[in-house]
């Protein structure tokens, strides 16, 4: 039989300087940890998304995992704990050249009575020597039961292809959350789906469940031109919506494209070419929790 898809969530906690931009950077293929300067557009930061054949994982940040317990808040705790539990595979990255620290005590502390699978990724294994690989996987067993111990170098690449295979053995079958050549989620991007979503609400009223979301295809500046060229998919859970979301003769869709298009035009300075597409997407739902805390809406 014919594997299906898999997608899921993947959060990297660690200390600071243990390796997780640059492994994001390795695994992403280009530069994406500037995202880190920008301000926050929702509690837990889309870092990057790996899309493959069989799978697309969803690197995200959990806040607050990387500072020391005496600075967070029991909001910020909570935040943690509940990122944790909506995951499907919590990376926890440590660093090889140093002994365990206080900081790491704290993060498996957290980590303590989840049940989402934690594994445990020992980073910069190019600057030990193998044989001390051993002392170094005994010392954090004996504080946690990971799911899976995966040494590795972010930077030289050693061991990474089966860090990835490993935690896609660990994801659920599931949708591709996004397209295949988005490898963040810029915050323009968030934003001009939330005026495309907010545009789809009003022009249907009550018709429409919330239950939609809006995934931004493409963000394109037409070179040489004032004008830039945004292609985006609403996704609804039935035919029916469909229907709706597009009205007669697609008056409906031509109404919301736009009062978007207007909107994103003041947001982006700048003339638009807004693209519209309606898709069935019939699981959707049933994910739609865990996606509210990405960024998405029901
Ligand atoms: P973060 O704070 O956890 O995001 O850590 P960074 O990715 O910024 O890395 C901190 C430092 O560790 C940088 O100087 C990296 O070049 C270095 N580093 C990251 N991964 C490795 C590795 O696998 N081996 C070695 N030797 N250095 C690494
Ligand atoms: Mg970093
Ligand atoms: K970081």
């Known amino acids: 039989m014919e594997s299906k898809f898999k997608s899921g969530f993947i959060s990297i906690i660690g200390r600071p300087n243990v390796g997780k931009s640059t492994f994001l950077n390795r695994v992403i293929g280009q530069k994406i940890a500037i995202m880190s300067d920008k301000p926050q557009t929702t509690r837990n930061k889309v870092q990057g998304v790996l899309t493959q054949d069989t799978s697309q994982m969803i690197f995200i940040d959990t806040p607050g995992m990387h ?61 030990v020597h193998p044989d001390e690989l051993f002392g170094i996987i005994d010392s954090y067993k004996n504080e946690y039961k990971f799911a899976e111990i995966v040494p590795i170098s972010a930077l030289q690449g050693n061991n990474i292809d089966r860090l990835l295979s490993t935690i896609e053995s660990y994801l659920p079958e599931g949708p591709q959350y996004y397209p295949a050549d988005q490898v963040t989620d810029h915050p323009e991007r968030f934003i001009i789906s939330e005026l495309i979503r907010e545009k789809v609400l009003h022009v249907t009223r009550e018709e429409i469940p919330h239950s939609i979301a809006v995934v931004i295809e493409q963000i394109r500046k037409e070179e040489g031109k004032e004008l830039i060229n945004v292609s985006a998919t609403i996704v609804v859970e039935r035919d029916s919506q469909k229907g709706i979301v597009i009205g007669k003769r697609g008056a409906l869709l031509k109404d919301i494209g736009t009062k978007a298009r207007q909107d994103i035009e003041m947001l982006l300075g700048s003339k638009v070419f807004l693209e519209l597409w309606v898709k069935v997407q019939k699981d959707w739902r049933n994910k739609s929790n865990q996606l509210r805390d990405y960024g998405f809406r029901d």
């Open 67 to 127: 500072k020391p317990k005496h600075k967070l808040g029991d909001f910020m705790m909570k935040v943690a704990k509940n990122t944790m539990k909506e995951v499907d595979v919590i990376m926890f990255m440590v660093n090889a050249t140093e002994p365990i620290g206080s900081g790491d005590k704290m993060i498996m502390e957290l980590l303590e009575g989840n049940q989402t699978p934690v594994f445990l990724v020992i980073n910069k294994i190019d600057e």
